[in-house]
C-alpha cells in the first residue's frame, strides 16, 4: 500500500472547517435578511394602521360636526368655550374620542376657511397627529 505524500497529508480538516465557516456566514446573512424584512414588514403594519386611526377620527369628527356642532368648526377650538354664535352646541362631543382601541383628544382645531381646517389630535399612546380636512357640505 501506498502512503500519501507528506505535503497532502490533513487538507480534510482545514477544507472541512472553511466549508462550515461558509455555511454559518451564509445562514448568518439569510437570517439577518430575514429580521430585516421581518422589521419593515412590521414599520408597514404600524404606519397602515396609524393613517387608518386617523383616517377614523377625520371620518367620526365630521360626522359628530352635524346640526348644532356644525357651527364650531367656523371657530377655532380655542373659542369653543362659551361660545355664543352657537347655541345648544356641546363643544365637549367634539374634543375627544376612541378609535381602534386607542382615544383620541383634539389639541387644536384651526379652520382654514369655510370648508376646511387643521385638526391636531394627542393619542392616548402619546403620540400626536395633525390632519387636514376638507369638510363635507
Do not use: I, K
Request: hydrophobic share 45%; charged share 15%.
Amino acid at each position: 500500500m501506498r502512503l500519501p505524500d507528506p505535503q497532502q497529508r490533513g487538507f480534510a480538516l482545514p477544507l472541512a472547517l472553511a466549508t462550515s465557516a461558509l455555511l454559518l456566514l451564509s445562514s448568518l446573512s439569510l437570517q439577518t435578511l430575514a429580521l430585516h424584512a421581518r422589521q419593515r414588514s412590521s414599520q408597514a403594519l404600524a404606519t397602515a394602521q396609524t393613517r387608518d386611526a386617523e383616517q377614523s377620527v377625520a371620518m367620526a369628527f365630521q360626522q359628530l360636526a352635524v346640526g348644532d356642532h356644525a357651527c364650531l368648526l367656523a371657530l377655532p377650538s380655542s373659542e369653543w368655550e362659551g361660545s355664543e354664535p352657537c347655541p345648544g352646541a356641546n363643544p365637549a362631543a367634539l374634543q375627544s374620542g376612541r378609535v381602534a382601541e386607542l382615544d383620541w383628544q383634539l389639541l387644536q382645531w384651526q379652520p382654514h376657511g369655510v370648508m376646511a381646517g387643521t385638526l391636531q389630535l394627542r393619542w392616548s399612546d402619546g403620540r400626536q397627529s395633525r390632519l387636514d380636512l376638507e369638510l363635507l357640505p
